[in-house]
């Protein structure tokens, strides 16, 4: 019995001290399958010796090490096929599964219809009907099995890209029913989008009211969300958009519409004026469906700024649901709400009121969201409305001259002037600048921005009780922070400023308002007036020279109204000029003198009048007599050359503004100078 045990314990300390010192994954797969049956069979057999117990053990480990009886061979010899033949039957199989499927004979072919058909450009126009006709017959009548399948739906939008007016409205009838689960698919929701993207009244009618009574459902779909707020944004009509923005004021707004044929209003002040009742309950619900989004980083939507906006409109600002609201916005820590607010209409409008409302140290939290980002609101039809209001409401001049000027204006000398020059010409971003020179003019805001100054207005009549700091005294501080760029940029840029209307207007603002040294800026502008008039490209020239500045409308206004020394004051019947004086004359005269007869008999003869009318103009006696050698040129300019179209919209007689008046013949300005020397 002891050569027995002895024998085991020998057999079995080889095993594990073969095992340790063994690194080859065989051998110890060879040891979990192999080895376990002759170790049994050793402990069994009482005629076993030490030496056959290794020999059998080894025997286990070259068998079992052999690639031949291993992996892939293994199983080959076991099932006689290859890993090829496997892999073709597993595909055979796949195909059969998706040839079992409904429709998938239907569906394959509309696949290849779609590969040619959207390769456009490949495809000739004759044959490109003759695809979307063969595409018509196959999803007729079956189009809502169709849009539900990944691959079958990009088919229907191809038909719907190519279709006549009347197939498209097929096609949204056929859906009918369909659209509010399709805004929840990850795919057929583009079929709305391109359905509606056509502006058919019918389809948008068929569309719209089935979102009816789902807002709350869709808004926090992550699918839905965003085919319904593109919806309610570009395409619902006023009505719609206001049964739509109703639901958020609680179900029963959801389950019960108006009566047809009476004005439906989604103005939250006007639903409570008419049931007060109904306030606590609106209240609660709106605010609830809001925060339950802003929680969920859902900020980006339209209806969402909307809805935010009429429940701050109808809160007492001393209220604790005033408060609890501000809260709210504050604490979006990483100011995506405040952000998105600042691209919509009415986002723009809600955060320009929080800042009329909020103390110094709200204002500063609320604008530190914007980081970065002025120079992008600076230039959008909405958000430049809170750069205005910030200059109207911070008493922190210091402050808004750090956080906003260094980014619209620019914190690379280099660069600055490409900033300048796009707030000069943008129609929304110059109102960033020139408001603090020209203020609620209508030359500034015309009537595609008539909301802007609904806002200023507004925000003036709460600022009142929320602001410390002179409004005038606010404006003048900023004016003197943003001099200094502005100049630089026009000494450094004068030509791409002038080129435009806006950029002449923009430079007249700022020469006339600005505080600081204006000299490098003045002569840089007289500079831009230099060169012949009349002068042409050669004949071999690329391209040809760009109309010079005496030629145009703008660049004479912009001179006539520097060599004046400021603007006219309509009260006065005078010009009210700037301190200390500009005696722009005395810097363009010598620039234009050897072309001052083509000057004085072009566009722009009202800007050498207005150097004879300008008392600072040391040059007069000079000017007077290079013109009276010339007399024979401006009268042919006043009696026989034809008014142009400029000069007209220049200046005309106030006796002849009537419809019926003729118009005047001959150039007004050289007429003028004519009086002048004969005077």
């Not at 007729?140 to 099995?145: A, E, H, L, S, V």
């Not at 919509?344 to 409008?349: F, H, I, P």
């Not at 602001?467 to 450094?492: C, F, G, H, Y």
Request: aromatic share 6%; with cysteine.
């Amino acid at each position: 019995m002891a050569t027995k045990s002895s024998s085991a314990a020998a057999a079995g300390g080889k095993r594990k001290a073969f095992g340790k010192h063994n690194e080859d994954g065989r051998t110890k797969a060879a040891k979990t399958t192999s080895g376990k049956k002759h170790i049994k069979a050793e402990a069994d057999d009482n005629e076993s010796s030490d030496e056959s117990s290794v020999d059998k053990f080894h025997t286990v480990k070259i068998t079992a090490s052999t690639p031949n009886e291993s992996g892939n061979g293994s199983n080959e010899a076991k099932s006689g096929t290859s890993s090829r033949e496997a892999h073709a039957k597993q595909k055979q199989l796949a195909q059969e599964r998706k040839n079992a499927k409904p429709l998938a004979d239907e569906v394959h072919r509309t696949k290849k219809l779609w590969e040619k058909l959207r390769r456009k450009s490949h495809v000739p126009k004759e044959e490109r009907q003759q695809l979307v006709e063969e595409l018509f017959t196959i999803i007729t009548g079956r189009i809502k099995d169709f849009v539900l399948k990944h691959d079958a739906v990009r088919a229907v939008q191809t038909a719907v890209k190519y279709a006549t007016p009347a197939q498209r409205r097929q096609i949204a009838k056929e859906l009918q029913g369909t659209y509010a689960q399709l805004a929840e698919s990850r795919y057929a929701k583009f079929l709305i989008g391109k359905l509606l993207v056509q502006n058919d009244k019918e389809i948008r009618d068929i569309i719209v009211p089935e979102f009816y009574g789902k807002v709350r459902k869709l808004i926090n779909h992550a699918e839905g969300s965003w085919i319904l707020d593109d919806v309610y944004r570009g395409v619902a009509t006023k009505e719609q958009k206001a049964n739509l923005l109703r639901e958020w004021y609680g179900p029963e707004f959801a389950l019960f519409r108006q009566p047809k044929g009476t004005e439906v209003t989604g103005d939250l002040f006007k639903i409570l004026a008419d049931e007060p009742s109904k306030r606590t309950t609106a209240m609660k619900y709106l605010f609830d469906m809001a925060n339950g989004l802003i929680q969920k980083k859902m900020t980006g939507f339209t209806m969402l700024h909307d809805a935010l906006l009429q429940y701050f409109l109808n809160l007492n600002p001393e209220s604790d649901e005033f408060k609890e609201f501000f809260e709210t916005i504050k604490e979006d820590e990483t100011g995506d709400l405040l952000k998105n607010m600042a691209f919509t209409k009415s986002g723009a409008r809600l955060v320009c009121l929080l800042l009329a409302h909020g103390t110094a140290k709200d204002r500063k939290q609320l604008l530190k969201a914007y980081k970065d980002t002025y120079q992008l609101m600076s230039g959008d039809n909405h958000a430049h409305a809170i750069i205005l209001a910030a200059y109207d409401l911070l008493d922190d001049t210091v402050l808004t001259s750090k956080t906003i000027f260094s980014e619209i204006l620019g914190k690379n000398e280099e660069k600055d002037a490409e900033h300048v020059i796009f707030l000069a010409n943008d129609l929304n971003a110059r109102t960033t600048v020139l408001y603090l020179f020209e203020g609620m003019s209508k030359a500034l805001f015309p009537a595609s921005h008539a909301t802007d100054l609904e806002i200023l207005n507004e925000i003036h009549e709460i600022r009142t009780r929320t602001s410390k700091k002179d409004a005038e005294v606010r404006r003048k501080e900023l004016v003197t922070a943003m001099s200094p760029q502005l100049l630089a940029a026009i000494a450094s840029s004068p030509v791409d400023l002038v080129a435009t209307s806006f950029g002449c207007q923009f430079v007249t603002d700022v020469l006339l308002s600005a505080t600081g040294d204006k000299k490098a800026a003045l002569e840089a502008i007289a500079s831009t007036a230099g060169g012949d008039p009349n002068a042409e490209a050669p004949e071999d020239a690329y391209q040809a020279l760009p109309p010079h500045i005496s030629t145009t409308i703008h660049g004479g206004r912009m001179f006539k109204t520097l060599i004046a020394g400021g603007r006219f004051d309509k009260a006065t019947g005078s010009i009210r000029k700037v301190d200390p004086p500009l005696n722009f004359a005395d810097l363009l005269y010598p620039v234009i003198k050897d072309h001052i007869v083509q000057w004085a008999t072009g566009p722009s003869s009202w800007t050498v009048l207005a150097m004879l009318e300008a008392s600072d103009f040391s040059s007069k006696k000079e000017l007077l007599k290079t013109l009276n050698s010339n007399k024979k040129a401006l009268t042919k300019a006043a009696a026989e050359a034809p008014a142009s179209k400029k000069e007209e919209m220049e200046e005309k007689p106030k006796a002849k503004k009537g419809k019926n008046a003729p118009a005047p013949k001959g150039n007004q300005g050289s007429k003028l100078l004519l009086e002048k020397l004969d005077a």
